[in-house]
């Protein structure tokens, strides 16, 4: 543990396995069964795998063929990202009352910049603990911190000893902790940026940091090797930055790099209804609808569209643009990560601007409001889109 408070520290708060926790959490029957988030139709992809699952080899954004393969005996439940965020937000209420630095990263990860909170939290670590209990007595799930000087470093020891884990990066320790979690378990070190290192026979942390910058940008371009520079000694790339001005994201980063257009599809309808819920909570009206596109090789794009005269009042909204964006980029490449974000916010619940098409937009706000609304209360509802949606 921290015996003194040095620089900045960060904390990473990762719910484990979050969507098969909650529904563990309504249907206690399923605990210590292997449980697979998503839907049985014929090109579905899975979403979130318990651990009991994953025991398996069954992870988020695999085939549910290649899943249920692999695991016959799975029990599986349909998404249900209204009760998802609903929970989600009792935990975020919390995590945001320990520190005024907080950052909400995805429905189920966030971080909290402890900088400058010396005199109440003298020892990080112990707060962390507290964190962590606080969170399972009264949520009625588990989750996995990381301490650290960085978010990067955070970030990492958040899933080094899932589940239910706790691991403090002291200061001046963050090399050794990179070269403990090994080359192939960075961070955002997929599995073509695997085959790049081997093939210049780079396979461990100590080998890459031999090679100057310069040489890794012959090997492997400008962002790459700025990326593996910094990380291989333990110095955040800037990988977590928050946003400047407001909006509301959400991204899932892929175990292997995505390259159809599916699967990705199947997360967008996801995000989109994970970041208009959000911001039904909210009260907030967005006008754009932007995405995020992380690739293998860690070059990282957003793109974003403004409709015109019209604000974005329904999840459709989100994902009909989201999906329009993505087919504007090159998938072919491999995406290491997806995110779905909206901005341009106004508070209010009604439409701004009447036109020809208002009652339709009505309708769908109120509808969008009355699932939300039902979710809280505990009823099951999921759109028929859901239901045989292709990925």
Known sequence: MYNQRVGKVFMHIDLDAFFASVEILDNPKLRSVPLIIGTKGERSVVSTASYEARKYGVHSAMPMKSALRLCPNATVIKPRMKRYHEKSNEVMAIISSFAPGFQQASIDEAFLDFSGMERLYPLPGKAAKGLKERIKSECGITCSIGVAQSKFIAKMASDYHKPDGLTIVPPNREEEFVDKVGLFRLWGVGKSMQEALKSHSINSMETLRKYPQKTLEGF???????YLYNASRGIDPGAFQEAKTHSISAERTFR??????????????????????????????ARTVGIK???GDFSTYTIQETPKDQGIYSSDDVYR?????????????????????ISSLYRGDEI?????FSEDKEKRRRLE?????????GDYVMRARRLDKKP
């Open 220 to 226: 492997f371009g400008k962002s790459a090797a700025a």
């Open 256 to 285: 292997y790099d995505i390259y159809d257009w599916e699967t990705l599809e199947y997360f967008l309808l996801e995000l989109s209804e994970e970041i208009f819920y959000k911001s039904l909570d909210e009260h907030m009206v």
């Open 293 to 295: 596109i992380r690739y």
């Open 321 to 341: 643009l989201a999906k329009r964006l993505l087919k504007r980029k090159d998938i072919y490449r491999g995406v290491r990560l997806i995110g779905v974000f």
């Open 352 to 356: 701004e601007q009447r036109d020809l």
């Open 369 to 377: 409001k009355e699932i939300l609304s039902l979710s809280k209360k």
